[in-house]
């Protein structure tokens, strides 16, 4: 049997505020993860991923993958992470090609994991002599900037939610009141209250196995509510929720990577929330200009135009936000940060950054453990060793320059 290894190449590894905590594979492209979308497509489970060394104990409980060591066996898929390919059956081949690129290669001789520490080898220079293994053509969108996942957003979920609907059962008008061309499904488990509205002009919605659409809410597809999700009130558009979310005010176009909470009114659009975030009551993005000009977004090579009109927050694992925080176009908070306060925060906040205005404090790594350990306890889920280590790497990785480290008791968290 070939096993299923996923690959984060140079580009994949800037994709602040995400990579930090996590590899590009265990992000949310569409309905489903980078990882998912490709054992899918293959009918095959992730054996492995290579990234960046600090990220060697990532650990997930729902059956994520973790970090290659030694060597990948011949024989092996090896996949460029940065493919989100279609929710289709990919034929057995040699190479995958994405567009003009290789997305993926079936490896003809072991490979040392230290052959892709740095992430500048591309799968091309892993490919077979000229002729030597079948190609075949996948169908798919290349993640090439962080904002892609919000930049493809609608159409993925528009052809994601026609491919997973296959087991889903239509809604009728006992289940919502709905309007427009497009499908409202629901799977088994579902629960969907009185007194909810689709709105399927734009696209279709699914609703998840365990999710639960509370009354008075809107939903406008393309949209999908994940496993065991609660949505309750306002709208809720052209969204991807992941599961075990808590959703609450008005969403348009954001991805929730999982077990995140938003459970309070105001505004989040053009988003994306990493897990275990947690936005306090009134928390408000900001995705359109008062110029209505393109928006501009900090990564570590430097801030960059993404030549998109509507682009709003990236929240990066564990982060979270105070009562009525204000953020504006294009900002990047990063993982564990914690910020509060009626200032409107920079386009950056650092990881672990703690307090009300800048430059923030750093967040007490004892203290951020034991709060992280109560916040997935209130999910039933345990932190594990091995993802404390990996929040421990991830803060002593971070970029030490950007915030300053608490002097006093006072300042100390």
């Keep these: 049997m070939s096993d299923l290894f996923f690959y984060d190449d140079a580009v994949a590894r800037t994709f602040a505020p995400f990579a930090l905590t996590r590899p590009a594979c ?128 609608s159409p993925m979920l528009t052809e994601d939610i026609t491919a997973l609907a296959a087991g889903a059962t239509r809604t009728g008008p006992t289940l919502g009141m709905i309007g427009g061309a497009h499908t409202v499904y629901a799977e088994d488990g579902a629960t969907i209250e009185s007194q909810v509205y689709f709105d399927t002009t734009a696209g279709p919605v699914l609703v998840r196995r365990g ?25 809720i558009s052209g969204s991807s929720i992941g599961d075990t979310c808590k959703v609450h005010g008005e969403v348009s176009a954001t991805i929730f990577l999982g077990h995140a909470n938003k459970g309070h009114d105001g505004f989040v659009g053009h988003s994306y929330l990493g897990r275990w975030v947690n936005l306090g009551a009134g928390t408000t993005t900001s995705n359109l200009k008062n110029t209505y000009g393109t928006v501009q977004f900090w990564t570590p090579g430097g801030e960059r135009d993404t030549e998109l009109q509507f ?81 421990e790497a991830a803060f002593e990785h971070r970029p030490k320059a950007k915030a300053k480290t608490a002097k006093t008791k006072k300042k100390t968290r």
């Design 26 to 153: 265990e992000l949310r492209a569409g309905a489903l993860l980078l990882r998912e979308r490709w054992e899918r497509a293959l009918g095959m489970r992730a054996a492995g991923f290579v990234s960046s060394p600090h990220l060697e104990d990532f650990d997930e409980p729902w059956g994520g993958t973790a970090a290659a060591r030694g060597t990948i066996p011949a024989g092996s898929i090896l996949v460029n992470s940065r493919c989100a390919v279609a929710l289709a059956s990919a034929k057995s081949a040699g190479v995958w090609r994405c567009g003009d690129r290789v997305a993926a290669v079936r490896l003809e001789r072991k490979l040392d994991v230290e052959e892709l520490a740095s992430g500048k080898p591309t799968l091309e220079k892993l490919l077979p002599p000229k002729g030597g293994a079948h190609a075949v053509d996948v169908q798919g969108r290349w993640i090439d900037y962080v904002w892609d996942f919000i930049a493809h957003l």
């Design 211 to 235: 999710a639960t659409v509370q009354a008075f809410t809107r939903i406008a597809g393309p949209c999908v509510v994940g496993q065991e999700s609660l949505v309750g009130g306002d709208k």
């Design 311 to 391: 682009l709003g927050t990236f929240f990066g694992d564990h982060a979270k936000t105070g009562i009525g925080t204000l953020l504006t176009t294009g900002t990047v908070i990063g993982a564990g940060a914690n910020i509060y306060g009626s200032s409107m925060p920079p386009k950056l906040i650092p990881p672990f950054a703690w307090g009300d205005d800048p430059p923030y404090s750093s967040y007490r790594m004892d203290k951020f453990i034991d709060v992280a350990r109560k916040v997935m306890a209130r999910r039933h889920v345990e932190l594990s060793a091995k993802q404390a280590s990996l929040l």
